[in-house]
C-alpha cells in the first residue's frame, strides 16, 4: 500500500485531502503540530468513511513544525509520497508580510529537502492562483493560466498572501531544477475554496460566504471570484500521485468564476428569508471603507477587475468534472447555518 504524508492535515483542505485519500486506499501519515489536532482530524474523517474503515491501521499522526528540522526525517520513514499542504491563509494581510511569506518559503523548503534526503520521489504541492494572477495578462491572452506566474513586485502580485503563495511555489520549483531533478513535482492550484467543512474546526476560506450570509456589507464591491469546491482540491491532489502526465506540471483548480453579485443573487435566491445584499458599491465608497476595514482593504488590488482563469488542463489531464460554484456556495451556506455558525 502507498503511503503518504501530509502536512497540513488539520486545514479546512487537509481534513478533505485526508478523507480522499483515505478513501482512496492510500495509507495517510498525517501531521499536525499537536496531539489535540490528531484528535480532531481523526474525529472529522470517521464520520464519513464507511462503516467499518479500519482508521488505526491507515491513519496515524506526526508532530511537525513547519519552522524547525526536528522531526521530519522520522516522518518521512517509510514515506512514498509528499503532499505538502501546509501553509497559513489569512483574508487580511498581516502587518508584517514577513509573518507570511518567510515560513511559507522556508516550509515549503524544509519539507522538500527532508523528502530528498528521505529518498521520495513523488510530491504534490499545495500551492494557490494567486502564484498565478498577481501580474498583467500577455499580450492576446484573456484569463491566466498555468504559464503564467505572479510578480511580487506587481500591485496585485506584491500583496502579502500573494507574495508568500508565489515564493513558496517558485522555491519548490527551483530547488528541484538546481538540487533535487529527481524530485517528481506536480503542484495544485486553489481559486477560493468553498464546500461544506468536514468538522466545525475551519480557516478563513469560507467566510467570503459568511459575510454575505449575515449581511454586513449593505453594499458589494465589484470584484469577482473563482471558485472551487474542497472536495474537487482533495480530488485533485490523490489523483496527481497516480497519474504520470502531471509530473512536473501545475493545475489551476477553478469551477468558474462568480461576480460577488451573482454569488449574493444565488444565495439570496436559495435563503429569500435572509437579509443579504445584492446591491453593487460605488467603487470610491469601497475605497473609503477600506481605510477602517483590513479585509476590505484586502480587495482593493482587484477591484472593477473581472479576469478568469483557465482550468481545462485539470479536466483534460486529472479528469476532474469540477462541482459548480452555486452548488459549492449553496453546500457552504447550509453547513455554517446548520451548525449555528450563522445566526
Partial sequence: MTRVLLTGSSGYIGKHITLRLLADGYEVKASVRSSA???????????????????????????????????????????????????????????????????????????????????????????????????????????????????????VGRVAYTKSKTLAEMSAWDYIASEAPELELTTVNPVLVAGAPLDKNFGSSVSVVERILIGKDPMLPDI??????????????????????????RFIASAGSRTFIQIAKTLKAEFPKRKISTIQAPSFVIRFLALFDSEVKAVLPTLGKH????????????????????????ETSNYLIDNGFVK
Fill in 307 to 330: 479576469i478568469g482563469v483557465n482550468s481545462s488542463q485539470a479536466t483534460k489531464v486529472l479528469g476532474i468534472d469540477f462541482v459548480s460554484p452555486e452548488t459549492s456556495l449553496i
Fill in 37 to 155: 489536532k490528531a484528535d480532531e482530524v481523526r474525529e472529522a474523517v470517521a464520520a464519513h468513511l464507511p462503516k467499518g474503515f479500519d482508521l488505526v491501521k491507515n491513519l496515524t499522526f506526526v508532530e511537525l513544525d513547519l519552522e524547525k528540522d526536528s522531526g521530519w526525517d522520522s516522518a518521512l520513514e517509510g514515506v512514498d509520497v509528499l503532499i505538502h499542504s501546509a501553509s497559513p491563509f489569512p483574508i487580511a494581510s498581516p502587518k508584517d508580510e514577513n509573518d507570511l511569506v518567510r515560513p511559507a518559503v522556508e516550509g515549503t523548503l524544509r519539507a522538500l529537502k527532508a523528502a530528498h534526503k528521505a529518498g521520495v520521489k513523488r510530491v504534490v504541492l499545495t500551492s494557490s492562483v494567486a502564484a498565478i494572477y498577481g501580474n498583467d495578462l500577455p499580450a492576446g491572452k484573456t484569463e491566466f493560466d498555468e504559464t503564467m506566474w505572479s510578480d511580487p513586485n506587481h500591485v
Fill in 224 to 249: 469577482s471570484f473563482s471558485i472551487v469546491d474542497v472536495k474537487d482540491v482533495a480530488a485533485m491532489h490523490a489523483k496527481a500521485i497516480s497519474i504520470d502526465a502531471c509530473k512536473g506540471k
